[in-house]
T-cell receptor
Framework: DVKVTQSSRYLVKRTGEKVFLECVQD?????MFWYRQDPGLGLRLIYF???????EKGDIPEGYSVSREKKERFSLILESASTNQTSMYLC??????????????FGQGTRLTVV | AQKVTQAQTEISVVEKEDVTLDCVYE???????LFWYKQPPSGELVFLIR??????QNEISGRYSWNFQKSTSSFNFTITASQVVDSAVYFC?????????????FGKGTRLSVIA
């Protein structure tokens, strides 16, 4: 059974903390993604990576960074967490990009609350 | 630019009713793919269907069916005889060769509530 696993389902962090969200996939996929999901706004792409050590900004990269040191792992970093980063974060992976005929597989999500 | 519009924010139906979720897309590409995902309360998005732009055949899978019409840029999803387990947020998504920095463009989702 293919899997994308996010390290935490729920996190509560304080304003100003550095926060790491971890994601691991076991499908040997080239591409990995981080989205955030907010009510009324749907899914918005933060960053994605198409290869180890490669990254591309998505629609809303401000306040975030990412790391992909190994193919199977993609980390999202909040350098200094703020309350407006309270959200659901979803990690995904896929084999192809652009006009892709393969679907993306998603993790179960991490609900982050910044207080 | 690519865009996916799900005009229905929330829908509520009584069990056993049929319900259609609308999806309208915009793309300048001639080669593209459309997707539907289901997000149950557990949070994980579950892939339902993929359709490419050259295949306009409608598809049926059990109680689910999809109607793809290029003429109206729509890819609507119908659930027949809805059940409580169908309650979820449903997302329509688009992928094309110009997606670039946004490889998969999602609509804002439609929350479906099926009441027993």
């Amino acid at each position: 059974d293919v899997k994308v696993t996010q390290s935490s389902r729920y996190l509560v962090k304080r304003t100003g903390e550095k926060v790491f969200l971890e994601c691991v996939q076991d499908m040997d996929h080239e591409n990995m993604f981080w989205y955030r999901q907010d009510p009324g706004l749907g899914l918005r792409l933060i960053y994605f990576s198409y290869d180890v050590k490669m990254k591309e900004k998505g629609d809303i990269p401000e306040g975030y960074s990412v790391s992909r040191e190994k193919k199977e792992r993609f980390s999202l970093i909040l350098e200094s967490a703020s309350t407006n980063q309270t959200s659901m974060y979803l990690c995904a992976s896929s084999q192809s990009l652009g006009a892709a005929d393969t679907e993306a597989f998603f993790g179960q999500g991490t609900r982050l609350t910044v207080v | 630019a690519q865009k996916v519009t799900q005009a229905q924010t929330e829908i509520s139906v009584v069990e056993k009713e049929d319900v259609t979720l609308d999806c309208v897309y915009e793309t300048r590409d001639t080669t593209y793919y459309l997707f539907w995902y289901k997000q149950p309360p557990s949070g994980e998005l579950v892939f339902l269907i993929r359709r490419n732009s050259f295949d306009e055949q409608n598809e049926i899978s059990g109680r689910y069916s999809w109607n793809f019409q290029k003429s109206t840029s729509s890819f609507n999803f119908t659930i027949t005889a809805s059940q409580v387990v169908d309650s979820a947020v449903y997302f329509c998504a688009l992928s094309d060769r110009y997606s670039g920095n946004t490889p998969l463009v999602f609509g804002k989702g439609t929350r479906l509530s099926v009441i027993a």
